[in-house]
Nanobody, 125 residues
Framework: QVQLVESGGGLVQAGGSLRLSCAGS????????MGWFRQAPGKEREFVSAISRAGGSTIYADSLKGRFTASRDNARNTVYLQMKSLKPEDTAIYYC??????????????????WGQGTQVTVSS
């Protein structure tokens, strides 16, 4: 069992940047593929990014490529999501999740077993 806690969300103006953190406890996060997802009001939870166990491979939703960067520091048991050039449509609750690296498809929400409670990101125009 792993517990995940997101932090770093807040209110930012359009064009600004924000860095989210996801701290793990209970197990070392290097056992897991780590994903970022987001959910806006009235919408389904959607894939944002995922990063492999050692951080050597990352994938992103097509619409976010070039603006968002996932990274991880396994020594600190923490995963990050750096967001830049934020837009109002990025407003959502952002969640981190831990998944079994043996399952194919890091983009697949069903591959993630453990979830944080989320952190709110609000981008004003």
């Amino acid at each position: 069992q792993v517990q995940l806690v997101e932090s770093g969300g807040g209110l930012v103006q359009a064009g600004g940047s924000l860095r989210l953190s996801c701290a793990g406890s209970g197990r070392t996060l290097n056992n897991y593929v780590m994903g970022w997802f987001r959910q806006a009001p009235g919408k389904e939870r959607e894939f944002v990014s995922a990063i492999s166990r050692a951080g050597g491979s990352t994938i992103y939703a097509d619409s976010l490529k070039g603006r968002f960067t996932a990274s991880r520091d396994n020594a600190r048991n923490t995963v990050y999501l750096q967001m830049k050039s934020l837009k109002p449509e990025d407003t959502a609750i952002y969640y981190c999740a831990a998944g079994d690296p043996r399952r194919p498809g890091m983009y697949n929400i069903d591959n993630y077993d453990y979830w944080g409670q989320g952190t709110q990101v609000t981008v004003s125009s």
